[in-house]
């Protein structure tokens, strides 16, 4: 993947941009597997069918694109369902899940829309088509009505009672059937979907049990079960909803309203999502901001932590980029929009999040596989378990099918399918506070794994804004006709050595040379016509290749380059070097500290850049890194990432440049710097550092082997359950309470566990 595209290694670069930008969509996701009934749609026999990434898919001549709100849909058991109606449907072309938000987006015929509602109801699930712009994480649920389950609750205990106290059993009875009907009603009609299209989810296997239980006169048992399942239903719900609830907190950050300069000069509130680029905008103390933009009037101090992660607030002026959803805490200012509401530095960060969480981790692909193999396993010895001892053994028919229906519960791998996916969102989640943009799971599953960092130099590891700090004549040409010749050809480049020799040279009252045929020369420099002549602007590299470079400027190159100086050398194409201009750029002090600290997790670092060798080597001495390379090309920088790759170590790479392109796209994982407010980095990077702070990679690596940690915890703890309590029940000892334990505690156990990412945050 290629982060952010800056302008400032144009000198060094290709003309060309390649193209990696980063696929995968929501409709893969497990982790909103539980949402009004999380674990009761959740976990089939058999895994859905593999998903096809509709979301990049081009829509087809005549085909609308139209997304549609499903409350039932919350597991990949729905979304089975829904590709298998709709899938042969005439007209549809295409379908995403987004399971987080419950929304199909249906690619289709737009006279289709009634049928493919149709289809959707037909599976006794709620269509809502939902209107543009419409955020489906923003949508409230209505409360579910809580007298159903309390009565249920006290007709198990009744007839749990009724049991003890030897009353009549037709009481029991009676109260029995009032539970499993007070609150089983939606769970029997899910199983029944589920039966009927050949997928034995948690649904289908519990109405079996309760449905058993009852026939075999276990009545207290079939009341308390279902009355156990559907309180631990939902306190999952409300336990997953605070994963869900974090990216609902994010899009909640920004106002829905703004003031906006009308055009008879009053000021009014309206709408935000109305604002057009261009308009102008108040911010009073306390504000949130609302839309993306640049300070035009005015000076604040800006809380910028919901974007970048920042913890100190950050001072603004005029010319300033604000972000959407960051707090104005001192100053009143004016700023003009620069992108509108759904286009904003916030709201690709909310879409980057969901659509990370479909782009399922390598943790969570082997527990689908083992699912599929799993629960038809356990179902067949539920089976046997019912037949062959009654049949083979003269076993009695009643309990040796009691304890079949004891397997049937325990079955379900619920808790280990949804162990991962809650522990990859809450993972994701609690990144994104960090100011860390991770743009799939698999990405924060592989971060433990590097073992090095390369990393850029200018604008990664040095601030990336450096100043002329000397320079010297070579030649009979006064000193400032080479500085305009110099300015002229630099004021058409963008590197930062560049800027620094213009800006030098206008700050002295220097105007610059006009330039023809101008030609960048990538990691050398620059060409251009002045006045007739061909001039140079380039680096050490560039004056050794045009044998320009002769015993007297050798040493001044080196001893200025020892200095951890980079030196551009002007030169006549026709007679030779005529002046040098040497620039320093200085150290983040974040840098030293970012280096330390990946040092202290067992990472190496490796300092790859276009700048000559002694600067670099000088740079990397300064901050600790371990390995550094100057005067690459950007084939060369790909060749030092493949190198280190075939080794078989994972390998990072962090930087911000055309010229960082090829290598950011071999590397395993690629980090984007400073992203806030740039689209193409949000939009392509694997991992985007919303502000230009270097310790936010060792935060990444740790919360990386943090979340790694808690998928093995609970894959084991969800099969150490599991286990147990098969054991029990092979040995007589299990009961159903017990079978509820272990699907439904292990599943609480799992979801809270993987919520403590959220809570350490």
Known sequence: MVPSIH?????NAPDSRADHSCCGSVQDLAAGCCADHPVAACCGGEAPPPARADGNRPLAAGEVRTPIRIRQMDCPTEEALLRKK????????????????????????????????DAVRSLDFTPEPLADGASPAAVEEPPEPWWPLALACVAALGSEAAHWLEAPEWVSAVLAVIAVLACGTGMFRKGWIAVR??????????????TGALLIGQWPEAAMVMALFTIAELI??????????????LI???PEEATVLQPDGAWRAVPARGVDIGARVRVRPGERIALDGEVASG?????????TGESLPVDKAEGDPVFAGTINETGSFEYTVTARAGDSTLTRIIHAIEAAQGARAPTQRFVDAFARVYTPAVLAVALAVALLPPLLFGGEWLPWVYKALVLLVIACPCALVISTPVTIVSGLAAAARRGILVKGGVYLERGRELGWIALDKTGTLTHGKPAQTDFALLSGLDADTARRLAAGLAARSDHPVSHAVAE????????????????ALPGRGVRGVIGGRAWLLGNHRLIHERGLCEGALEARLNALEAEGKTVVVLAAEDDGAHALFAVADTVKDSSRAAIADLHGLGIRTLMLSGDNGRTVRAIAAQVGIDEAHGDLLPEDKLARIAAHAATGTAVGMVGDGINDAPALARADIGFAMGAAGSGTAIETADVALMDDDLRKLPEFVRLSRRTHGLLVQNIAIALGIKAVFLTLTLAGLGTMWMAVFADMGASLIVVANGLRLLRAD
Do not use: K, W, Y
């Open 197 to 210: 299209h050949g997928n034995f989810n948690i649904n289908a296997l519990m109405s079996i049990a309760v």
């Open 86 to 117: 709709l899938g042969g449907l005439a007209g549809v072309g295409g379908l995403e899940f987004d399971l987080m938000g419950r929304v199909l987006t249906v690619d289709h015929r737009p006279e289709r829309l009634d049928a493919v509602l």
């Open 7 to 11: 302008p400032e290694h144009a000198m």
């Open 504 to 519: 030098a040279a206008r700050a002295d009252g220097l105007e610059p040379a006009e330039v023809a045929e101008f030609e």
């Open 252 to 254: 909640e950050l920004a």
């Open 236 to 249: 999952e719900a409300r336990s997953l909803d605070r994963a869900r609830n974090a990216i609902r907190g």
């Open 299 to 307: 000076r604040s101090t800006i809380n910028q932590a919901p974007i």
